[in-house]
């Protein structure tokens, strides 16, 4: 179930506003779990898909629109969810290790920013960014010695890139960009190593730091 509100207003010298919030619910019943059922012969763990006691999602969307002027329009968005079992899922075999309520891989904040900048005819200047707040993350037993469920940072991914586009011939347009991807480094930093590291324990922003540099041809 969701319902949503659209706000739009142009303002004078060709400013446009856009402004939307849309609240959701999901009550979702005999929820799929994992749960281990034994090892194979190589030592590897099998999971079997189960019905779980069920679970709900709810949260709320904000999301804006602006076209300041002829050469800067802005986007943002903004998603405040809740997602939680109805009753607390044993994930583990070890004892020791508490059964979660809350939904792994959720956060319960996530937000985006675009800005595009085009102070020249052929320049354009665009900044982007993604934001994604604590979420719970399984981290199996091996390169640590017991199951944990681990409370990652918060992350904000933010990618720079510049454009010129050159007229080459008739409807022939040549464009030269660069640019940064991740500009602040927001990256995993606790990684497993060795042979008994749990592949699956990945999280965040898939590359650190990077810069790029490339031509497009369109015609």
Partial sequence: MSTSVDFYHRFGNG????????????????VF????IGKDELGNIIKERRNGSGAKVMGLTLEGKGVLSSWLSLQAG???????YKEAEKWSEDENVPAEKKMFRT????????ATLTPLEHFTASLSGTYTGSMLVQHLAGYIPMDQAIKTPNFFDMNLKL???FHIYKDITLEVNAGI?????????DFDQGPNRDSAYIYGPATPRSYFAGIKISY
Avoid: K
């Fill in 15 to 30: 400013m446009q506003a856009n402004f939307l919030v849309e609240g959701f619910y999901t009550d979702l019943s005999d």
């Fill in 33 to 36: 779990v994992l749960e281990d």
């Fill in 78 to 84: 903004l998603t405040l969810q809740r997602s939680h």
């Fill in 107 to 114: 956060s319960n904040t996530y937000g985006y920013f675009t």
């Fill in 163 to 165: 454009a010129y586009d």
């Fill in 181 to 189: 991807q991740n500009i602040f480094e927001a990256y995993q930093s």
